[in-house]
């Protein structure tokens, strides 16, 4: 519970005093009787104070004349009476009353009555009564004879006077009326008025003392709250209270001034006025009552004064002990931050952010300990100003200044041991970058220079004033490195040191060896050293396989490192070794490898940075007022998957990453592993245009510059959002720094890999920003499957049947289409630019017309333009002519159409097979149909296909009937134009009348002449490989994985160069794009090339397909696919 207060011993004695004096004016012990209460009886003046005094100093009442003195009522006489006998004063009382009785107009019968009813009444001490007789001569006789008779009736003593002038010698006429013979001048209604005044001001002076008693005792019982608030609502309830206490005292001061001048009046108006004994006791009673509220006031306004400064000072430490609270626990996150701070760092890059991490710490402590201190200061102000606390607050402000001391200890010894810690990062850095700038140098010196007198003197010079750099870059003692920095040194810096002095070994051993031969060449020699350039190996074309073989097991140890050999006159030495430049190439791995895990830490910190600083700071309440309403609830706008990619690269790829640091070469697995996650820089990317559109609408926003502020940044939040998209960038650009330098290595294939991936993810990434601009396309592009290639062509469009515009059957002028490839359609939209700035600037396309895969044949070759294929459908009811901007981009999709029918004429084969495995095999009245992929050109193609139709052999055809009897041959389709035909154009055709047992097709526009043939299926492969495969140029159009290491791996688009036949059917094959040699079984060749200047012709189809592919030096290929024909 609080404290209480104590009410001040003279603040009670003033109460009571005035309590007393009030009380002695109220004259309350008979209860309360005051004029006002009575003021209708003691307006018929039957009985009236005039002031007067006897000789001995008794109170006089008069009774003057009044007739109907015995029609008053009982209550009326005793009220009035014992009203009159309380004014005077006690001591005045005391000495007894005279009573004037005036009847000289009234009755002796009268008279009696009177003295009878007053002695029976009277409530005070009489000490006389002096009555004046009836002055008529019969009640005159009749008073003087009956008086003596009933004299001892009266019980009191009686004078019977005849006139005024006998009461003059009872009474001195200056203490009587001038009715009596008197001098004194008495207005009744001014005594009233008097006496009701002081009535009431002496009620008022009671009332007001009991309140004061009452609010004292309140103040005195009141407990001291334990909390600000209730202090300040108990002090200002009590303020409020004493201003009331107040304004009372100063009405009731204010009354008794008024009274006071109206008894005075009389002496104002004339100074030899003689005050009645009355009048100057009620003049002595408002002076006194006057005189007690003064000091009544000023005891209350001293207890006050020190009541209210009691509760202030309660009101101050309950406000130092709530800000102690709210400080302290700030310095505990603050101690608790600080103890769980890592001052580690892995490199000076790193060190500077943990530097720059401390400071922002250290600025956010000095805030919490400026407070603290503040604090102190203040409780030491309270103690000063002698707080009736002091034993509670001294004991805080010490352990405030105690605990900021700590604080501030730990925070200089964690910004000594960073210092220290970058300091040593920088020297290890400066003698690391020394070590791999000589390295540089050792490699950069070109060997044939240093071949001369000359050229090794001036080679000998430049390492000579390298090395005297040396004192100055690299570390010297590693005792003393270890003893300087021993606070600094963790276990991965203690071996960064290591590192670093073995590296400078290394290195001083290499410029050693090297100074050791510049010093052999630099001497005199007999005869001039001449380089002589080694022999380049020659290789038959005509070798055998076997040798082959072996040629190709030594090449490739040759091509993982060459020496540079350069034989000398007299006995010359070898100077660029294979160690030497491996070891050189290691370095240069090495630097590269550094440079990519510092930028991937920095870039980490970085997102860090944008999404601490910015993204978390949009929901931070105090903060709140300075987000514009654009930006509210718009925090994955603007900043995407930022999160995502922070978590990624922070918890998995940058710990992955480091696991390589030792062998740069072979990071590229890292890459390939962690490719599907690197996928999520599209969305991001995808994203990109909102972020920009919003962040140009909210860049001048105080919440950004305020941001920016704290993290002390000097670019803008714009600069940092695009830091994703430059990172997915750069790594391409390392990946092949690291691939230039690890030709030879074992990872080579991977880094070749991983970049080819990393350029696939940012070809998705461009082609994902056009997908999105698509506008107008009704149905979900998702369903399309994977965008496979985009770009912007001409196109004509011809419509051979149908109801089509008149302005399609003619267009001259061709039409400017943007064509996004899928693996399920070929979608026709027209480019539209759009105005803007940055992102916004970027096109839209209005999407036109769209093309099933499924039912799509190309002609490769379309009116004699190298630039131009045809695309078209419905067996050519409508065709489309693309021209690309380059022969190679048109080759480029070309191929990738043709590798999407391949796909679909893949999943039919597969289709068929199962049904045919799951289903009886057809009757006799079921003939299949198949077409030929080789193109007639002429009656000798047309006799050699029907020479071999006498070998053929039975079980060859797997499209024949089943009755052994019944054996037809298949028919079959030349085409006149060289295309890759759909499922559908064929569907067409046979329901235009195709037999059962051959396929006749009219060789009109539409099918542009096709001629029957063999099936193919029917002829021997080992006859086809033999005739159609020979050395020269063709194109893959499907991809081959390599079955050995002596094999060659090709892909779909691919162009390769067949060299030579080897022995066990293979071919030595030569990949033109990657220009990587090796051997390819003959029989894989006739699925996998085609001749590179002939025209292709794919068709597939949802239903099940038959066909096949091959592949002649003469002639051009037919791919054919189509649905089961049934009669």
């Not at 203040?378 to 103690?383: A, F, M, Q, S, V």
């Not at 590296?503 to 020699?525: G, I, N, T, W």
């Not at 892909?1051 to 293979?1066: F, H």
């Not at 033109?1072 to 079984?1081: I, M, N, P, Y």
Request: contains cysteine; glycine residues 4%; charged residues 25%.
């Amino acid at each position: 519970m609080g404290e209480q207060l104590s009410v001040p011993e003279d603040l009670e004695q003033t109460l009571e005093v005035l309590s007393t004096v009030s009380d002695d004016v109220l004259q309350s012990e008979d209860g309360p009787l005051c004029a006002a209460e009575i003021g209708s009886e003691l307006q018929k003046q039957f009985a009236i104070l005039p002031g007067g005094r006897g000789m001995n100093g008794s109170p006089i009442v008069i009774f003057p004349e009044f007739p109907a003195f015995s029609e008053l009522e009982d209550e009326e006489v005793q009220n009035v009476l014992r009203y009159l006998t309380s004014v005077p004063s006690v001591a005045a009382s005391g000495v007894g009353f005279i009573l004037v009785i005036d009847r000289r107009l009234d009755r002796w019968a009268a008279v009696r009555a009177t003295l009878l009813r007053i002695a029976g009444s009277f409530p005070g001490n009489l000490h006389l009564v002096l009555v004046l007789r009836p002055t008529t001569l019969l009640q005159r006789t009749l008073s003087d004879f009956l008086f003596k008779y009933n004299k001892d009736e009266f019980k009191m003593k009686v004078v019977m006077l005849s006139s005024v002038t006998e009461l003059h010698a009872y009474i001195d006429p200056g203490q009587l009326t001038t009715e009596l013979g008197g001098t004194q001048e008495y207005c009744h209604d001014s005594w009233i008025s008097h006496r009701t005044a002081i009535e009431a001001f002496a009620l008022m002076v009671k009332t007001t003392a009991q309140t004061l008693q009452t609010f004292g005792t309140e103040l005195a019982e009141t407990e001291l709250p334990n909390d600000a608030e209730a202090t300040t609502n108990l002090l200002h309830t009590h303020t409020l209270k004493k201003d009331k206490m107040k304004e009372d005292l100063q009405v009731a001061l204010s009354q008794g001034g008024r009274l006071l001048e109206c008894i005075n009046e009389p002496l104002q108006t004339d100074p030899e006025y003689n005050m009645t004994y009355d009048e100057q006791e009620n003049l002595d009673t408002v002076q006194r009552l006057l005189g007690q509220l003064d000091e009544t006031e000023a005891a209350f306004d001293d207890f006050w004064e020190r009541h209210r400064t009691k509760l202030e000072q309660c009101l101050q430490l309950r406000h130092f002990e709530q800000h102690f609270r709210e400080v302290r626990g700030q310095l505990d996150v603050t101690s608790e931050r600080l103890s769980g701070f890592s001052e580690v760092s892995v490199s000076p890059a790193h060190a500077e952010h943990v530097l720059r991490e401390l400071s922002g710490h250290e600025d956010r402590a000095c805030d919490v300990l400026d407070c603290a201190l503040s604090l102190a200061s203040e409780g030491d102000r309270l103690i000063e100003n002698s707080h009736y606390a002091e034993d509670s607050i001294r004991p805080k402000c010490s352990e405030l200044r105690e605990v900021c001391e700590e604080i501030s200890s730990t925070l200089r010894s964690k910004k000594s041991l960073l210092l220290k810690a970058m300091e040593l990062h920088h020297a290890l850095e400066k003698a690391s970058r020394w070590c791999e700038e000589g390295i540089f140098l050792l490699a950069s010196q070109p060997v044939d220079r240093c071949q001369s007198q000359d050229g090794a003197e001036a080679a000998l010079q430049e390492l000579e004033r390298y090395l005297d750099t040396a004192p100055l870059h690299t570390l010297i003692d590693h005792s003393a490195i270890c003893c300087q920095y021993e606070a600094a040194l963790t276990t991965q810096l203690r071996d960064q040191v290591e590192s670093v002095f073995q590296k400078q070994s290394s290195v001083q051993e290499m410029f050693e060896k090297r100074r050791v031969s510049l010093k052999k060449l630099a001497a005199k020699q007999t005869r001039p050293v001449q380089p002589v350039a080694p022999r380049p190996e020659v290789k038959s074309p005509l070798s055998s396989p076997n040798q082959q073989r072996k040629e190709r097991r030594y090449s490739a140890d040759n091509a993982i490192c060459k020496k540079v050999e350069t034989p000398l006159q007299n006995g010359g030495t070898r100077h660029a070794s294979l160690t030497e430049e491996e070891e050189n190439l290691a370095v240069l791995r090495r630097h590269v490898m550094n440079e990519l895990l510092e930028t991937e830490r920095a870039y980490v910190e970085e997102l860090l940075c944008v999404l601490e600083g910015y993204a978390a700071e949009m929901d931070n309440p105090a903060m709140a007022h300075l987000i514009p309403s654009a930006l509210l609830s718009k925090k994955d706008v603007l900043f995407g998957n930022m999160s995502e990619i922070y978590q990624f690269h922070k918890r998995t790829f940058l710990k992955e990453l480091e696991a390589y640091t030792d062998c740069p070469e072979l990071v590229g697995r890292c890459f390939l592993e962690r490719m599907k996650d690197l996928q999520i820089y599209e969305a991001y990317c995808q994203n990109k245009p909102r972020s920009e559109s919003l962040w140009r609408q909210c860049s001048d926003c105080a919440f950004f510059q305020e941001c920016q502020k704290k993290l002390e940044h000097k670019l803008g939040l714009d600069s940092y959002l695009l830091k994703p998209v430059q990172r997915i960038t750069k790594y391409q650009l390392l990946l092949k720094e690291l691939l230039k330098y690890s030709k030879s290595c074992d990872g080579s294939d991977d880094l070749q890999d991983a970049l080819s991936s990393i350029l696939g993810i940012l070809k998705a990434v461009n082609d994902s920003m056009h997908l999105i601009a698509i506008t107008g396309y009704e149905g979900n592009l998702s369903e399309l499957g994977r965008l496979l290639m985009q770009g912007s062509f001409s196109v004509w469009t011809e419509h051979k049947k149908g109801h089509a515009k008149v302005k399609d059957l003619a267009r001259f002028k061709p039409m400017q289409r943007h064509l996004f490839l899928h693996e399920k359609a070929l979608l026709f939209c027209k480019r539209r630019e759009e105005n803007g700035e940055g992102y916004e600037k970027a096109p839209s396309y209005s999407f036109k017309h769209s093309l099933s895969m499924s039912a799509v044949g190309i002609t490769e070759n379309a009116k004699g333009d190298n630039k131009k294929f045809e695309v078209w459908c419905n067996s050519r009811d409508e065709v489309f002519i693309v021209q690309a901007p380059t022969p190679e981009i048109k080759t480029l999709w070309v191929n990738e159409i043709r590798k999407v029918l391949t796909q679909q004429l893949k999943a039919c084969r597969d289709a068929i097979q199962q049904k045919s495995s799951d289903t009886p095999s057809p009757t006799s009245n079921n003939s299949s149909i198949s077409l030929s992929p080789f193109r007639s050109s002429g009656q000798k193609n047309q006799k050699k296909q029907e020479e071999k139709k006498g070998e053929q052999s039975p079980n060859s055809d797997v499209n024949s009937s089943s009755s052994p009897k019944h054996k037809e041959p298949a028919p079959h389709v030349t085409l006149s134009r060289v295309k890759w035909m759909s499922t559908s154009s064929l569907l067409q055709s046979k329901r235009q009348g195709w037999s059962k047992a051959s396929l006749s097709v009219d060789a009109s526009e539409e099918n542009d002449g096709y001629s029957s043939g063999e099936d193919p299926m029917n002829s021997d492969p080992e006859d086809e490989v033999g005739k159609k495969l020979a050395p020269g140029k063709y194109t893959v159009v499907a991809d081959c994985e390599k079955a050995g290491p002596q094999e060659l791996s090709v892909k779909s688009g691919d162009m390769v160069q067949l060299i030579r036949e080897g022995e066990e059917g293979q071919w030595f094959v030569k990949n033109l794009r990657s220009s990587k040699e090796g051997w390819v079984a003959a029989e894989n060749l006739l699925s996998l090339i085609s001749e590179s200047k002939s025209s292709q012709s794919l068709s597939s189809s949802d239903g099940s397909v038959s066909g096949n592919l091959s592949t002649s030096s003469s002639c051009s290929e037919t791919y054919t696919s189509f649905s089961d024909i049934k009669p």
